[in-house]
């Protein structure tokens, strides 16, 4: 793996989450965020998870991340590789020890859009050697890029079954909010539905929906209940993260906020019809330390537009 990169710089909180700027090509057009990250309170060889970018910046441009503020390009598959064995080599010899090491092609970017993600994906064994390894990709499903989730089965088969996580960020049960959300042309919901059930195997883990709850952002549990097949789907809500790009827009969290407690009548309606809930509040210090899409490289931008460090 041939990918040279700067360390630009390292913040956050080591018993959290520790968000690395790097800059790969000599160009400061090409900076990225990688994230060495923990599961409190789970130590490293326990539970470790990377969080890698695959594009410079994202062109998909959902209101509530600061990541979707510019487009520069794909990162090839050196470049998403270099990211892994950056993390890995902050920890000589945990990674072989840890249970669970997860990759998650899921900060800057949207990997469907980059084909060399699959190629990184097949690659990552030869980078991050862990019996636990696993890997993991976070997608609004851009339509158009059918090739690439065909392609995505055979790589999981090949070099991850079992050990492979796909999660679709859906964000609303609402076809027309969820437009506004996810401004690009991507797949409607019996269309995630219908591919999940042909992804996941017997031995693998359940596709995951996943809902970045907000508020005022339709969410309604019958929706799941008569298109997805709990068999093959699992659902998880989250908080909406406190970008800056999301207070402009107005948005604001549903967990962690006034409305929290009428999520837990949905997750009562959506266990009853077989599914696994999962409710991630997270830790709260993920937000203090900046640890979230793109979050750390804007504040970086935007400091130096000022003159600050």
């Known amino acids: 793996m041939s990918a040279g990169f700067d360390v630009v710089s390292v913040s956050g909180d080591p018993l959290v989450a520790e968000v690395g700027i790097l800059r790969f090509r000599g160009d400061d057009r090409f900076m990225v965020e990688t994230v060495d990250g923990l599961a409190p309170p789970l130590p490293r060889q326990a539970k470790w998870i990377v969080n890698i970018s695959t594009q410079a910046g994202c062109p998909v441009g959902c209101p509530f991340c600061d990541a979707g503020t510019v487009f520069l390009g794909n990162l090839t598959a050196d470049e998403m590789l270099a990211q892994v064995c950056w993390a890995v080599a902050r920890h000589p010899g945990v990674a072989p020890q840890c249970k669970k090491l997860k990759v998650h092609f899921a900060r800057m970017g949207e990997p469907s859009l980059n084909d060399a993600v699959l190629d990184a994906i097949l690659a990552l064994p030869r980078v991050a050697d862990s019996k636990g390894l696993w890997a993991c990709v976070a997608t609004v499903a851009p339509a158009g890029r059918e090739r690439w989730f065909e392609r995505l089965i055979s790589v999981k088969e090949e070099a991850f079954r079992g050990r492979f996580q796909l999660q679709f960020s859906v964000q609303s049960t609402d076809a027309k909010t969820r437009q506004r959300l996810i401004p690009v042309r991507h797949w409607d919901l019996p269309k995630i539905a219908e591919y999940g059930r042909m992804f996941a195997g017997p031995k693998d ?90 979050q750390t490289l804007s504040g970086l931008r935007e400091r130096s537009c000022l003159g600050g460090a």
């Open 205 to 294: 883990r359940k596709v995951v929906l996943n809902f970045a709850l907000a508020r005022d952002v339709p969410f309604e549990p019958s929706v799941i209940v008569e298109l997805f097949d709990p068999e093959a789907f699992a659902v998880k809500l989250t908080p909406l993260n406190p970008t800056a790009r999301g207070r402009r827009s107005g948005f604001a969290t549903v967990l962690r906020g006034r409305d929290e407690e009428k999520v837990w009548d949905a997750v009562g309606i959506l266990r009853r019809a077989g599914f696994d809930v999962v409710v991630s509040i997270g830790d709260e210090r993920e937000d203090l330390v900046g640890s979230n899409c793109g």
